[in-house]
């Protein structure tokens, strides 16, 4: 598994109150300070949260919301590009997802979002949590005659996104295709009847 920050071993709580200020210096992310707290308590240099909170100066509370976010797999931080990208909130986002599915099928989920190549993290993060491809704009679509006159060539940008899902697509297409010639037989007809009409009255 990926590790993006490693407490190193601490001797002292003077050396735990170095490295904080450290980081605080940095300006280091939300997720990394997590990862700090987390470990220097399993290292037992403070004997709970509110003992290290109180000893760094820092609210309960931050401490624990901090170290709840360092319970995020680091795959899953990697594939939303850099630890910068964790407010709050899409801590919170990735904590229920990983409740409601397990770490197993996030951690799935990020890896295909990464492969996949979505621009923003925003996608990212919907399909990450919500197992559901972002609401895109799809950029003009084309479709042209193949060079055997039998079959259609469409291209689209991004295609890559749909790749997971050909088989529903193909259906959908099947569907779509069906739909569109009704459609134009239905119009054709129409049409007919409006031109017989005229004539008959002329």
Not at 2 to 11: A, D, I, M, S, T
Not at 32 to 57: C, D, N, P, T
Not at 74 to 89: I, K, M
Request: some cysteine; glycine content about 6%; proline content about 4%.
């Amino acid at each position: 598994m990926e590790q993006l920050f490693v407490v190193p071993p601490l001797p002292n709580k003077r050396t735990a109150r170095s490295i904080h200020a450290e980081l605080q210096v940095l300006d280091v992310s939300r997720y990394e300070v997590g990862l700090f707290y987390r470990g220097v308590l399993r290292q037992q240099i403070w004997a709970s949260q509110r003992e290290m909170a109180k000893a760094l100066g820092i609210s309960t509370s931050c401490v624990s919301r901090l170290i709840a976010l360092a319970g995020i797999p680091a795959e899953v931080v990697s594939a939303l590009g850099s630890p910068n990208e964790f407010s709050f909130r899409v801590g919170e986002l990735l904590l229920g997802a990983l409740k409601v599915s397990g770490e197993r099928a996030v951690i799935e989920r990020a890896r295909e979002a990464k492969r996949l190549g979505y621009p923003e993290v925003e996608e990212r993060i919907e399909y990450i949590v919500s197992n559901r491809i972002p609401q895109q704009g799809v950029g003009k679509i084309r479709v042209r005659l193949a060079r055997d006159k039998h079959s259609l060539r469409v291209e689209m940008p991004q295609l890559l996104r749909l790749m997971p899902h050909l088989s529903a697509l193909e259906e959908w297409f099947s569907n779509s295709i069906t739909f569109f010639e009704a459609s134009v037989i239905s119009k054709v007809a129409v049409a007919a009847v409006v031109a017989r009409e005229a004539r008959r009255l002329k």
